[in-house]
Nanobody, 122 residues
Framework: QVELVESGGGLVQAGGSLRLSCAAS????????MGWFRQAPGKDRKFVGY???????VYEDSIEDRFTISRDNAKNTMYLQMDSLRPEDTGTYYC????????????????WGQGTQVTVSA
């Protein structure tokens, strides 16, 4: 049974940093793209970024180099380092794995974690 578990969320002041982790179990994803999404209250789930099996990273435009995605295939874990956080970054953050390589479309993602809450105060 495949499971993705996010951790590392919390409450932080604007300008602060958080590091999220996504630990996968049940199968190895070293040859898969892995992605991050976020969902603000009352809004649709939106793409944050992904990392390919080769380490290529792609981010949503509004991230503006504030976030960094990395992965440790030996640990079957992906990370999201978030710096210079803003109140608009508040939301539930999800990690996910798609059926296709290198996609930002939520509908292409087949495995999802339960999410971790990030709250950025002004």
């Amino acid at each position: 049974q495949v499971e993705l578990v996010e951790s590392g969320g919390g409450l932080v002041q604007a300008g602060g940093s958080l590091r999220l982790s996504c630990a996968a179990s049940g199968r190895t994803f070293s040859q898969n793209t892995m992605g991050w999404f976020r969902q603000a209250p009352g809004k649709d789930r939106k793409f944050v970024g992904y990392i390919s099996w080769s380490g290529l990273t792609v981010y949503e435009d509004s991230i503006e180099d504030r976030f960094t995605i990395s992965r440790d295939n030996a640990k079957n874990t992906m990370y999201l380092q978030m710096d210079s956080l803003r109140p608009e970054d508040t939301g539930t953050y999800y990690c996910a794995v798609p059926r296709y390589q290198g996609t930002s479309r939520p509908q292409d993602y087949v495995y999802w974690g339960q999410g971790t809450q990030v709250t950025v105060s002004a």
